[in-house]
């Protein structure tokens, strides 16, 4: 089915009407809006708000996972489930889940949620937002009678920051090497998932089949700064972009930063900064989204009177589309010759990560859209460039994402945050994205 | 007296030939050449390859100040003196010293030497060439049974490569907040001049006056590869560079390096890369011998997928011309506003060291070129880029120095090394400066 016609059946055809919440009005210009069925955005962002204390310390919001500020949150967030009527789970990976049953016993379910864990020195709306949106959405469903064809989950991930661990647990692909791993907390990922109620030995129990999800849907603050400078108030993901990650050994000649003219030397450094400064400029000068970034820089010796011998640097490169990452990955790799070649120094290319995009499902985006666009909401598509659970679970079913403006563009920050009305508004796209869903997507 | 002139009469003038070392011809152009008066080259280049077991490493000649070896390499000098007819003594510095008298009781010193202390991983001819062939020229006067009009003192200088530290105690510059560093040895500096056999109870009894030496010469390696690539035998040295070391720390904003477009970021380490390229691009644009170096870089927070939030870096200025340093200190500060402007952070300079150019004497370097012009040997003026102890020597009288090449340009390093030829080349270039210096300076 063609996009557009899709979601026209979705959001305003016979088929759809049907299908729609039926109390609600066609708005002049043909949309039809729902107007009692909204979330309660003030008890969204009081609860957001009375958990700003949890993990709080003078550098920022401190709730990795596993440490006992991550605990206090899951207390936090089970009592959440409670109050709005879900009966909360630990599964074996250690993700809260709370299932809604639906009106179609064979109906695959709805997932939605995000997580509630915090980067060292982070802040409160980065998986919060969409972990507490997620229980509201589902309370409010329930508050108003709606029961949904599908079963609805809700779902709070463990451990999102430290690699979307809960949501690779349903992928299976978490291997036993990775719960060997060591978490910033300090507990490998094994002791930690015991730590949080989760069982290791009954990790398999976890793991869905691809196709088992009907869909996937997440709310999530931009962590950009795109919408706020736009003056849009809702992104709809195209996807999470794909990474690649390279170090680059820039090894020149160690010599005397006095006695070696400028025109014998073999810097590393300097041509470390011509990498750098070239790489941006590689990235900026073709038009899209792809971000390029050196954000690790190593000097040998590294004293103020010797010129450097040795440069470690990395690049982190991201993009919703694999062919631009490789792209650049031949333009970087021929910059690294050519500055080389200018400055006497040998670059070495080596990758230590490397993971393809994660596309949002086409109809899941477009209604997102037609929810957005229904409710009034100004929108645009982007992709997310920080990795989400929903990377995850495109593995499992069709995925995707609402964002919400990030304030300046912060993250990972205790300057992060996102005004309560942009909450709101999110938790209310979801609230349409996931009645539509249920109704569209089989 | 005009310098030219100057050299004319120690050379060739009437007044030289009464004071030139009796034997010797006068070539067809003109020039006298001294036949019979050369040093020893075979012997000083033997006692070199005897050095090099001192302190060898698997990686470099560890001869640090105060070390082991450092000791080991002082009692093969002190050796080397005794066999030479010198009679050493440790000053209370720790330099080793033999005086010889000169025919006129109340005449100044000419001073020559070096040092034999190293770098950590360097090599066996920074210092050691200077400091073994001032023992071969005093060798060499003694068995030609030469006497000079004045006193010749052979100095081998303790801790260079730490500071300067036996030259500077000469010119009273060395305080007692100085006497508490440590040294790379682990000791102090107070430690180390007591386990030398110096007594810094009694620093003040080497501090000499200014203007209390008629001259210092001391013969070094170049450390850089001006001669070698210009296919120069002899280095004049114009003096040694003046330095200005600055601190620059930049400051921008550390944010998710996914999530964040390219057009929003204030990314400190491209400010850095950008302004370290500026800075090598201004240097080299100039002409002049000017020597710009951004050794050190410390990124914050240093990790693969955050946009670097700060950056400490140094640079290290160096230039025979005090006014260089002055305007490309303008120039450093307008590129930091400049690239502070254009990719939002904000740049604060300190300054670590400064160091004012110490200038040889002109009539000093007329008598170095004249000894090597006469002696047939291609050479060329030129800054010393590295520290010596000459410039401390500049306080108390006029100074010159004696480069010959280094392969490569290369020191501080186990690859530093210099031919047998060009070490007797520059060893007989410094024994026909003294010869000069002793009839010309009065």
């Known amino acids: 089915m063609h996009r557009r016609d899709f979601v026209q059946q979705a959001l305003l055809g016979s088929a759809a009407l049907a299908a729609w919440p039926r ?111 997620a229980i509201e959405v589902a309370r409010t469903l329930a508050e108003s009678q709606r029961r949904l064809v599908h079963p609805l989950e809700v779902v709070v991930w463990q451990n999102e920051e430290g690699g979307t661990y809960g949501s690779r647990c349903w992928a299976g692909l978490v291997s036993e090497a990775d719960l060997d791993k060591v978490a910033r907390s300090g507990k490998t990922i094994r002791e930690g998932i015991g730590l949080i109620g989760g069982n290791v030995a009954q990790l398999a129990s976890v793991h869905r089949e691809a196709g088992s999800v009907h869909c996937y849907l997440e709310l999530h603050i931009e962590q950009g700064g795109l919408l706020e400078k736009a003056g849009l108030q809702i992104g709809v993901v195209q996807g999470i972009v794909g990474l690649r990650w390279f170090e680059i050994t820039i090894t ?52 103020t009177n010797v010129i450097p011998g040795q440069v470690v640097l990395t690049v982190d490169l991201r993009d919703i589309e694999q062919r631009t990452i490789e792209q650049f990955t031949q333009t970087f790799e021929q910059l690294g010759r050519d500055i080389g070649a200018a400055t006497g120094t040998q670059f070495r290319f080596s990758r230590l990560t490397d993971s393809k995009p994660a596309l949002a499902d086409a109809r899941v985006m477009d209604l997102v859209q037609g929810a957005a666009t229904t409710l009034g909401f100004t929108q645009q598509r982007m992709p997310s460039g920080a990795g989400h659970d929903a990377q995850e679970m495109a593995h499992l079913g069709p995925m995707g994402m609402i964002f919400i403006p990030s304030v300046g563009g912060i993250s990972h920050s205790p300057r992060e945050f996102s005004h309560a009305a942009d909450i709101t508004n999110g938790a209310n796209v979801l609230l349409q994205a996931v009645l539509a869903a249920d109704r569209a997507l089989d």
């Open 252 to 303: 020149g000649f160690a010599n005397h930063a006095g006695a070696t003219p400028m025109d014998q030397r073999q810097d590393a450094m300097l041509a470390a900064a011509r990498f750098t400064v070239a790489v941006n400029d590689a990235v900026r000068r073709v038009p899209g989204r792809q971000v390029a970034t050196v954000g690790r820089v190593n000097v040998t010796p590294n004293t």
């Open 23 to 133: 109390t609600g009005l066609l708005r002049p210009d043909g949309a039809f809006i729902h107007q009692t069925l909204r979330v309660n955005g003030e008890r969204l962002n009081g609860w957001l708000t009375a958990f700003d204390r949890v993990g709080r310390t003078a550098t920022g919001i401190n709730r990795v996972a596993y440490s006992p500020a991550d605990l206090e949150g899951r207390a936090f967030t089970l009592d959440l489930f409670r109050q709005s009527g879900l009966t909360p789970r630990i599964d074996a990976a250690g993700n809260i889940v709370a299932r809604v049953p639906g009106t179609r016993a064979d109906a695959k379910p709805i997932v939605i949620g995000s997580h509630i864990d915090s980067v060292t020195d982070g802040g409160n709306f980065d998986g919060p937002v969409g972990s507490f949106a």
